[in-house]
């Protein structure tokens, strides 16, 4: 069973720049989430889709981010225009059953310079 | 306040040691606990769910205490590939599941 894929696995971008990050679950997971972790701080969640639908986006930091999830499949994660606190490591994790059996991705390392 | 706090480490013990870790989370509405394993510049992969019963998995023990709102991770004859940062993680139901993380403890075991 291929795991969960995340690309780029890294990427650097200027200020202002945008980046649109990609995330394809594992077959059959209607779950997915994006987590981020900064530099020094703890990894914190970002936002869940079930199937194409946004479950609950408390926690995207601000309208430069923007997530879609069309068809219920890949996801992607845009970035515009980026700023230099965006920099961290962005994890996309899938999970058939909501709550349990987390599967995370490689992660997407973004340095905004 | 932290939601999840453990100690960041580093913990540097030899082969062979025992080594615990602990965590405390503020909710008491926390339901699903866990703990990760986070190897350098690499994703978070579960390690072990955590039961009030307490549980074992070879040579990791999992204790959780909910009264106290702490949970505890003992590692016993410590192998060089035990070297890790272990990460303390909830879930809350009413909020949808999703992951809440300590910052992580990091574990060195020297030869």
């Known amino acids: 069973e291929a795991g969960v894929t995340q690309f780029p696995s890294h990427s650097v971008i200027e200020k202002g720049q945008t980046v649109t990050l990609r995330c394809d679950p594992i077959?059959?997971?209607?779950?997915l989430y994006w987590y981020r972790r900064v530099m020094g701080k703890e990894i914190k969640f970002l936002l869940h889709?079930?199937?194409?639908?946004?479950?609950?986006e408390s926690g995207m930091p601000n309208n430069r981010f923007l997530a879609e999830r069309t068809g219920g499949t890949y996801s992607t994660l845009k970035v515009q225009p980026a700023e230099l606190e965006d920099s961290g490591v962005y994890f996309c994790?899938?999970?058939?059953?909501?709550?349990?059996?987390?599967?995370f991705g490689s992660g997407t390392r973004l340095t905004v310079v | 306040r932290k939601e999840v706090e453990q100690d960041p480490g580093p913990f540097n013990v030899p082969e062979g040691a025992t080594v615990a870790f602990n965590c405390t989370y503020s909710?008491?509405?926390?339901?699903?606990f866990f703990w990760y394993r986070q190897d350098c510049r690499k994703e978070p992969k579960l390690l072990m769910s955590?039961?009030?019963s307490g549980n074992e998995d070879g040579r990791f023990t999992a204790q959780l205490n909910r009264a106290s709102q702490y949970i505890s991770l003992l590692i016993r004859d410590s192998k060089l590939s035990d070297s890790a940062t272990y990460l303390c993680?909830?879930?809350?139901?009413?909020?949808?599941?999703?992951?809440?993380f300590g910052g992580g403890t990091r574990l060195m075991v020297k030869p």
């Open positions: 994790a899938s999970s058939q059953v909501l709550g349990y059996g987390y599967t």
């Open positions: 077959s059959g997971h209607d779950n």
């Open positions: 889709f079930v199937k194409e639908s946004k479950q609950d």
């Open positions: 909710n008491s509405a926390s339901q699903s």
């Open positions: 955590v039961y009030s």
């Open positions: 993680v909830v879930t809350v139901f009413d909020a949808g599941n999703m992951l809440t």
